[in-house]
């Protein structure tokens, strides 16, 4: 069954030729953005009085003369330069109606001839990032799509990418690193990680400077404690904490959410303030070093260790799977 659009098309179209005897005429029919002008606009008299040089309005003056659309369309009118409104009359929407209700497998629409594969990418959230209520209606989207191309005969692939890699990550793995630092060496303290916490303090513009420097302070205190066999290497508690949550189900997302939080705002706050901090990095051989870096930077710099892989980055690995199986069962 053809559509609306595709009748009026047909019938438009043909009565353009035969007003200016020029063959390819589009009407170029759509839904009008206003109900007041009906139900569909054919605009496509303007384009035709340009090619010849003529008035748009003349010419949809003459194309409606010839129209004959008694058993779709009321009487269609002429707006502005040469729009042609059409509005469908109520016997041909009852028609379609009726034939609808006949075949209530089909509502009247049929198979397409053709059959195509057609792929639709949707949803798809980030790994390590919280999902929201945009990839929900992404979802509900894309899956309305796929029955509709389903429902016309097509063989529909549905394809939910998972962001599972990017600069988020080293993001993530600082913040599973301050939940560790935190539960290991400062058992009997608040977590340091609540953002309002880290927000009150570095609004006191006289002690700015002394809480700023402290942070720095713990965490390198806290980087070299994490040592086993050289310094930073994280087997002392880190890497124990990454196995353990990978064998148990404790809840660990909502303590990760406020971390994450907690190390983007480290990241802004100390921009600019030249504050370093001493980690272990891939140097241009592949091979790990100790370097000073930013601590604005320390997120990117993990990211690149993560990146780059190999044997000695267990511990990103390690994170990086742990999240995205904390991400996905949230998701889920």
């Known amino acids: ?39 569909y606009q054919a605009n496509g008299a303007m384009g035709l009085a340009k090619r010849l040089k003529t008035n748009p309005r003349r010419v949809a003056e003459q194309v409606v003369a ?15 330069p040469g729009f042609i409104n059409l509005r ?27 059959p195509q594969t057609i792929v639709v990418d949707f949803s798809s959230p980030n ?7 945009g990839h929900l209606r992404s979802t509900i989207i894309g899956d309305c799509i796929c029955r509709m191309l389903e429902f016309e005969g097509h063989r529909v692939i549905r394809q939910n990418h998972i962001g599972d890699w990017g600069t988020q990550f080293g993001k993530v793995i600082l913040s599973l690193w301050h939940i560790c630092m ?9 977590p340091y990680y609540i953002v309002e916490d880290l927000i009150a303090s570095s609004a006191d513009k006289k002690n700015a400077t002394a809480f700023f420097n402290s942070i720095v302070k713990r965490h390198q205190e806290d980087w070299l404690a994490d040592s086993k066999y050289v310094d930073g290497d994280g087997e002392r508690y880190f890497y124990p904490f990454l196995r353990e949550f990978f064998q148990s189900n404790e809840a660990l997302w909502p303590e990760l959410l406020e971390a994450y939080r907690y190390v983007n705002l480290l990241d802004e706050l100390f921009k600019g303030m030249g504050r370093t901090i001493r980690i272990r990095v891939k140097d241009e051989d592949d091979q790990f070093a100790y370097r000073d870096v930013p601590y604005e930077s320390l997120s990117r710099h993990i990211t690149t260790m993560l990146q780059k892989g190999g044997q000695e980055d267990l511990q990103e690995r390690e994170a990086w ?5 904390l991400t996905l069962d949230e998701c889920n």
Not at 6 to 21: C, F, P
Not at 66 to 80: F, H, M, Y
């Open 182 to 190: 935190a539960r290991n060496l400062h058992k009997a303290e608040k």
């Open 127 to 133: 790994v390590a990032k919280q999902m929201h209520v």
């Open 66 to 80: 010839k129209l004959d659309l008694r058993d779709i369309c009321e009487s269609p009118d002429i707006a502005g």
């Open 88 to 114: 469908l009359s109520p016997g041909f929407l009852s028609d379609r109606l009726l034939e609808t209700r006949a075949d209530p497998i089909r509502l009247g629409i049929e198979a397409v001839s053709t």
């Open 1 to 39: 069954m053809r559509t609306i659009v595709e009748i009026l098309e047909q019938q438009i179209a043909a009565a353009m030729s035969a007003v200016t005897g020029e063959e390819n005429c589009p009407a170029i029919v759509k839904p009008t953005a206003d109900p007041k002008f009906g139900d």
């Open 321 to 325: 799977k742990l999240v995205t199986r």
